[in-house]
C-alpha cells in the first residue's frame, strides 16, 4: 500500500501559522493537499503534531486527507508512527508550505517508483532540479522504520529523508535528475517566510486575477505550466530588502532614497534596534503617509534565499555586514564608498564619487531624485546681487560646521537662514549682535529640497543637498570636512570653503567669485532625475548570481575576487581553482531557437549559420584530423564513435563522419536536432548534458572522443559536465573543446571592452595557461592547445595601420608565436575516472 503524508505543524517560527494563511481565497495547507490529491496513491494523511491536530482538522476532512498526530520536534518518529498504524509499505512524503507543487512531478515519480522496483533494489528515490517547495520524496515504510532504530542524530529525526539518504553504509538512495518539464532549481515556490507568501500572492494575482475571495476562492490546483509561466512573468512580485545607513551623523539622504524604494516597489526595509539617526521616526511617519505598511520595516538580517534582491545605501558598509547580506542573496549597493564593495554583486554610482579604485556596473546621476521647485530669477552675477544663503550639512551637524560658517558668511552683510537642531542654543552662542540678527536658526526642514530654490546659494557639504542645490539653481560652496571631501569638490567644480579657512574673508572672497558657484554638472542636464531608481530595482531583482562553475562552494564564492564589472555582469576569479567566471547578471536568458541559428548569427558574421556551414565544416575537418590523430596514436584502425555536445546543425558531424568515425549529437534546439536527423541523416538527440542517458538515445554506453565546438562556456554548473563527459568517455579517449580566450588580445590589451562584449550566455571564461589544472581535477590531460582566432588589427598601437604593412604582420607573427589569439581549441586524454 501506498500513502501520501503532507507533513504539517503552525509552530514555524519564521512565519507562524503559515499553513491557514489565507491563499488565493483558502489556505496555504488547502492549496497542498488539493494538488497532492490528484496523485496517484491507497491513502492520504496529513502527519502533525498535537498542538496543531484540532485546527487542522477541518482542512484536512473537506480535502478527503485523514490526519495523524505524532511528536512535534521528532518527525521521523512521526512518519514512523504512521507507517506502524497504517500498515503502508511505501510513502510519499510532501511538506504543507508548498501550496504551487508539481503535482505532474509527484505523479511521475510514483510512477518512476514502481517501475525501478521491479528491476532493482533501492530504499529511497526523489527528483533533483524541482523549485525549492516542489520536492517530493518517496521511500520505502520498513527503511524508515530500520532507520529509526539506527539512527539518535536529531537532524536525522527533524528532517526523516536524511536518515536514509545520508546513511549509505546501510540505504540505497537514488536521486534522479526531475524531467526537463519539471527541471528548474534555481526557482523558488515555498512559503518559509512573509516575503515568500507576498510572492505567492503575486502568483495567484497573475494567474487567477483580481476578483479571488474566500467566498470566490480558486478552485483548481495549478498545473506546471500555469505556475512556470507566473514564474516568469515581469508582474511577480520579487522580494526586496533595502538596508540604509541609520547612524547618528550620517545624514538622512540613505534612509529617504530607501524609503521611497520601499514604497515604490514594496520592498523591505532593514531598519536596527539600535539605530542611532535622530530623523528615523519622522522620516517613517513621512512614508507611511506615501504608502509604507508597517510590515515593510523589519529589525532582523535576512536569512538565506528569503529576498531576491538587497539593496544597500550603507555609506560605508562594515566587512561583517557586508558578508552577512552578500550570503544571504546578490546585493546591489548604492555609492558605496567602502573597500568592501568586492562583496558586493552591483554597483550602482549615483552622486559622483572621488579615488575609488574600483568601477562601477553602473554610473548613473539621473537616479536622483531632484527638486521640482526651480528658480526662476536669473543668476546673480555680481556679489551685490546675492541676498540670501541657506547653510546646512544635514540635520546632526556632527562637526559642528553650521555657526562657525553662518558667522563668517553673515559677516558679508547677508541675509542667513541655518539649519540647526537647536535653534535657541545656536542663537546665544552668536555673541556679535549685528551678526545675531542676520542669522536666522531653524530647526531640520522636511522635504528639504524643495525649499531649496527659496535662497541664492546654499552653503552645504558634499551629499545630496549640493546637487540638489544646483538642479533648483542655487549657487553652491562646499564645505570641505575633510581631504576626500575637498578633493571631491575641486573635481566636481564646486566653489569649496575647508574646514581650517572657515572666516569672513575667505567667505567674502568666495561670493565675489559668482561664477564658480554654478558649476556644470549632470545634474541640470535635460533627464536629469527622470528615471525611477524604484523601477530600476525591481529590474535587477530578477537578476542572477552564480558561484564558481568547477568549484560550486557558495561560501567561497561571495568572496572571489571581482575581475571586472560591466553594465550587464560582474565577473570573478575562484581563489580555489582560478577559473574566471560570471558570478552575477542581469540579462535575459538566452533562447536557443532559430533565431538563433539565423537572426543573431546573421548579425554578427553577416550570414546565417547554415549559409557559413561550408566555412564552419572546414574548421571543424582540422579540428577532426587532430583527434583522430591523438585518439589512433593509441588505438588499433577500428571505427571509433564520437558525441559531439552542442552539435547545432552538425558541421563537426559531418565533417567526422568523413573522416571515418561513428557520429553521434546532442543539442538543446530542436530545430537544429531535426535538420541532423532528417537532411544530414545522423543520430541526435533534444537533451541538455549531462542530463541525459546515452544508451537510451543512442544505445552506446562509452564513446571514444567527446566534443564541444564553443559550447562548454555556455554550462553554468561545469563541474557536473566535466564529470559528465569522463563518465561516458572511455579511459584513453579524447575531449576536445574550443573557447573564447580571456588572456587572448581582446582579454589583455582591451580588458573592459572585452568583458562588457562577453556574450550574456558565456558563464566561464577560460584562459590557456590554466585549462591544465583544471581538467586534471577530472582526469584529463592536456595533450594539445591550439590558439586560434588571431586579430593583430586589436592590438592598441595598430590603429589605422593596413593589414599589408609590416608592422601589422610583425604583430600577427607575434599573436600566433605568443598564443594570443582570441580563441582556442584544447585537446585532452582521459586517464583516470574521477
Request: aromatic share 10%; with cysteine.
Amino acid at each position: 500500500m501506498t500513502i501520501i503524508a503532507v507533513q504539517c505543524r503552525l509552530s514555524s517560527t519564521r512565519l507562524p501559522g503559515k499553513a491557514l494563511k489565507i491563499l488565493g481565497g483558502k489556505t496555504v495547507l488547502d492549496w497542498t493537499l488539493a494538488a497532492m490529491k490528484k496523485v496517484k496513491a491507497d491513502e492520504y494523511y496529513v502527519a502533525t503534531d498535537e498542538a496543531s491536530f484540532d485546527e487542522l482538522a477541518p482542512v484536512c476532512e473537506r480535502n478527503g486527507f485523514k490526519i495523524f498526530k505524532g511528536p512535534l520536534e521528532d518527525v521521523l518518529a512521526r512518519y514512523c508512527n504512521l507507517i506502524e498504524e497504517t500498515k503502508a509499505d511505501v510513502v510519499l512524503r510532501a511538506t504543507a508550505d508548498n501550496p504551487f507543487l508539481f503535482y505532474e512531478a509527484a505523479d511521475s515519480l510514483v510512477e518512476e517508483f514502481e517501475k525501478r522496483s521491479q528491476t532493482e533494489d533501492f530504499d529511497y528515490l526523489t527528483y533533483t532540479g524541482l523549485p525549492h517547495g516542489s520536492g517530493i520524496e518517496m521511500f520505502k515504510a520498513a527503511s524508515l522504520l530500520k532507520a529509526r532504530a539506527l539512527t539518535n542524530l536529531a537532524y536525522d529525526h527533524e528532517h526523516v529523508g536524511p536518515s536514509l539518504y545520508n546513511h549509505p553504509e546501510h540505504f540505497r538512495s537514488l536521486f534522479i535528475p526531475a524531467p526537463q518539464a519539471f527541471n528548474y532549481p534555481n526557482l523558488r515556490t515555498t512559503i518559509d517566510t512573509a516575503a515568500d507568501f507576498k510572492r505567492a500572492q503575486s502568483i495567484i494575482k497573475i494567474i487567477s486575477g483580481d476578483k479571488v475571495s474566500e467566498k470566490n476562492p480558486v478552485k483548481e490546483p495549478y498545473s506546471t505550466e500555469q505556475i512556470l509561466s507566473a514564474l516568469e512573468s515581469p508582474e511577480l512580485y520579487k522580494p526586496i530588502l533595502t538596508v540604509p545607513c541609520v547612524k547618528k551623523g550620517k545624514g538622512t539622504g540613505h534612509l529617504r532614497r530607501c524609503l521611497q524604494i520601499a514604497v515604490d516597489t514594496g520592498a523591505n526595509v532593514y531598519i536596527p534596534e539600535d539605530s542611532g539617526l535622530e530623523e528615523k521616526d519622522e522620516l517613517l511617519e513621512d512614508a507611511k503617509k506615501n504608502g509604507l505598511l508597517d510590515e515593510q520595516i523589519v529589525s532582523r538580517l535576512p536569512e538565506k534565499n528569503e529576498y531576491d534582491l538587497i539593496v544597500t545605501d550603507a555609506f560605508t558598509l562594515d566587512r561583517e555586514l557586508a558578508l552577512s547580506l552578500s550570503k544571504a542573496a546578490p546585493v546591489l549597493a548604492i555609492d558605496e564608498g567602502s573597500l568592501n564593495a568586492d562583496l558586493c554583486d552591483c554597483l550602482l554610482d549615483i552622486i559622483p564619487s572621488y579615488g575609488l579604485e574600483r568601477p562601477a556596473n553602473i554610473s548613473d546621476p539621473t537616479f536622483v531624485t531632484l527638486p521640482q521647485h526651480k528658480r526662476t530669477a536669473k543668476k546673480p552675477e555680481s556679489i551685490d546681487e546675492i541676498k540670501s544663503l541657506l547653510v546646512t550639512v544635514g540635520g546632526e551637524d556632527p562637526a559642528d560646521l553650521v555657526l562657525p560658517s553662518s558667522i563668517a558668511f553673515a559677516s558679508s552683510g547677508k541675509k542667513i537662514t541655518a539649519i540647526v537642531q537647536n535653534p535657541e542654543e545656536a542663537e546665544l552662542r552668536v555673541t556679535d549682535e549685528d551678526l545675531r540678527k542676520k542669522i536666522t536658526f531653524i530647526r531640520p526642514v522636511h522635504n528639504l529640497r524643495e525649499q531649496l530654490s527659496q535662497y541664492d546659494v546654499v552653503v552645504t557639504h558634499y551629499g545630496f543637498t549640493a546637487f540638489e542645490a544646483l538642479a533648483a539653481g542655487c549657487g553652491v560652496i562646499l564645505l570641505g570636512t575633510t581631504a576626500l571631501h575637498v578633493n571631491l569638490a575641486v573635481k566636481y567644480g564646486f566653489a569649496c570653503l575647508p574646514v581650517s579657512q572657515i572666516n569672513s574673508e575667505n567667505a567674502l572672497s568666495l561670493l565675489k567669485k559668482t561664477a564658480s558657484l554654478y558649476p556644470d554638472s549632470p545634474f541640470t542636464k535635460e533627464g536629469a532625475g527622470k528615471k525611477s531608481l524604484g523601477d530600476f530595482v525591481k529590474a535587477l531583482a530578477g537578476g542572477k548570481r552564480f558561484v564558481c562553475p568547477v568549484c560550486r562552494d557558495e561560501k567561497a564564492s561571495v568572496e572571489n575576487p571581482i575581475v571586472a564589472r560591466t553594465t550587464l555582469h560582474t565577473f570573478r576569479r575562484c581563489k580555489t581553482c582560478g577559473m574566471l567566471y560570471m558570478s552575477w547578471t542581469h540579462a535575459s536568458d538566452k533562447n536557443y531557437n532559430s533565431s538563433y541559428f539565423f537572426e543573431d548569427y546573421k548579425k554578427q558574421y553577416g550570414k546565417t549559420y547554415l549559409d557559413d556551414f561550408k566555412n564552419i565544416k572546414k574548421q571543424c575537418v582540422r579540428r577532426t584530423s587532430l583527434v583522430d590523430m591523438l585518439y589512433r596514436s593509441d588505438h588499433k584502425a577500428v571505427t571509433p564513435a564520437v558525441l559531439d555536445i552542442g552539435c547545432a546543425f552538425g558541421p563537426y558531424l559531418d565533417a567526422a563522419n568523413d573522416s571515418g568515425w561513428q557520429v553521434f549529437g546532442t543539442d538543446i534546439s530542436k530545430e537544429a536536432v531535426d535538420y541532423v536527423q532528417n537532411s544530414l541523416h545522423y543520430p541526435a538527440a533534444v537533451a541538455s548534458f549531462p542530463d541525459f542517458d546515452p544508451v537510451s538515445e543512442f544505445g552506446v554506453k562509452n564513446f571514444d572522443a567527446v566534443t564541444m565546438w564553443y559550447v562548454i562556456e555556455h554550462f553554468q554548473d561545469l563541474d557536473s559536465v566535466l564529470r559528465g563527459v569522463s563518465k561516458i568517455l572511455k579511459n584513453g579517449g579524447i575531449f576536445a573543446f574550443s573557447t573564447p580566450s580571456a588572456s587572448g588580445v581582446s582579454g589583455r590589451f582591451n580588458t573592459q571592452s572585452f568583458f562588457q562584449n562577453s556574450p550574456t550566455d558565456h558563464f566561464t571564461l577560460w584562459e590557456p595557461g590554466r585549462a591544465a589544472s583544471i581538467l586534471k581535477r577530472y582526469g584529463f590531460k592536456v595533450c594539445k592547445v591550439v590558439s586560434t582566432g588571431h586579430h593583430p588589427e586589436r592590438f592598441p598601437n595598430l590603429k589605422g595601420q593596413k593589414s599589408t604593412s609590416l608592422k601589422f604582420a610583425l604583430y600577427s607573427t607575434a599573436s600566433h608565436f605568443f598564443g594570443l589569439g582570441d580563441t582556442f581549441e584544447v585537446y585532452c586524454k582521459k586517464e583516470k575516472d574521477c
